[in-house]
T-cell receptor, first 112, second 109 residues
Framework: ETGVTQSPTHLIKTRGQQVTLRCSSQ?????VSWYQQALGQGPQFIFQ???????GRGNFPPRFSGLQFPNYSSELNVNALELDDSALYLC???????????FGPGTRLTVL | AQRVTQPEKLLSVFKGAPVELKCNYS??????LFWYVQYSRQRLQLLLR??SRESIKGFTADLNKGETSFHLKKPFAQEEDSAMYYC???????????FGAGTRLFVKA
């Protein structure tokens, strides 16, 4: 059984650019949630995808968007990057919307 | 407002001493409460959830609705318990998990 993987591991972008982060869910899981974790803070919920549909969203602006594919892998897209977007981005997959979440290692995004 | 508060950023105890990591929450409704742990160089992982009423690695947590608390306890801390601990809640609908800022536990030999 393969765990949750994320790519890339690290990424450096400049303000105003766009970025796409990727997440492969654990085998058999149909739900992916994305979190932003700023330094010294706990993860903050961005949104969740369940069977390719957005299933809920946290307090993030529309420039944060996502997709889930038929194989249940997922992408997080951030447009018009701001300095405050610098953070660790975590994805977590689960067997269903309310089941235990399994986290990936994260992507560290730095915006200069 | 939905919120999880962990008042201690750092907790340092000696091996064999009892440990209690505090967690208070604010939520209008019936939340589900969790403790997550992140060991050094490892991923964030679920430690326990209140509905399971399990003891995991010697840790227990009781949901106190009157005090809106979900403190994590262990009677005898071990060095391998040193990690970052996050309290979290999930509300009605279950999809959104709210995390506290975390408490770093350091168990000294």
């Amino acid at each position: 059984e393969t765990g949750v993987t994320q790519s890339p591991t690290h990424l450096i972008k400049t303000r105003g650019q766009q970025v796409t982060l990727r997440c492969s869910s654990q085998s058999g899981h149909n739900t992916v949630s994305w979190y932003q974790q700023a330094l010294g803070q706990g993860p903050q919920f961005i949104f969740q995808y369940y069977r390719e549909e957005e299933n809920g969203r946290g307090n993030f602006p529309p420039r944060f968007s996502g997709l889930q594919f038929p194989n249940y892998s997922s992408e997080l897209n951030v447009n018009a990057l701001e300095l405050d977007d610098s953070a660790l981005y975590l994805c977590a997959s689960s067997a269903d919307r309310y089941n235990e979440q399994f986290f990936g290692p994260g992507t560290r995004l730095t915006v200069l | 407002a939905q919120r999880v508060t962990q008042p201690e950023k750092l907790l340092s105890v000696f091996k064999g001493a009892p440990v209690e990591l505090k967690c208070n929450y604010s939520y209008s409704g019936s939340p589900e409460l969790f403790w997550y742990v992140q060991y050094s160089r490892q991923r964030l992982q679920l430690l326990l959830r209140h509905i399971s009423r399990e003891s995991i690695k010697g840790f227990t947590a009781d949901l106190n609705k009157g005090e809106t608390s979900f403190h994590l306890k262990k009677p005898f801390a071990q060095e391998e318990d040193s990690a970052m601990y996050y309290c979290a809640l999930s509300g009605t609908g279950g999809f959104k998990t709210i995390f506290g800022a975390g408490t770093r536990l350091f168990v000294k030999a």
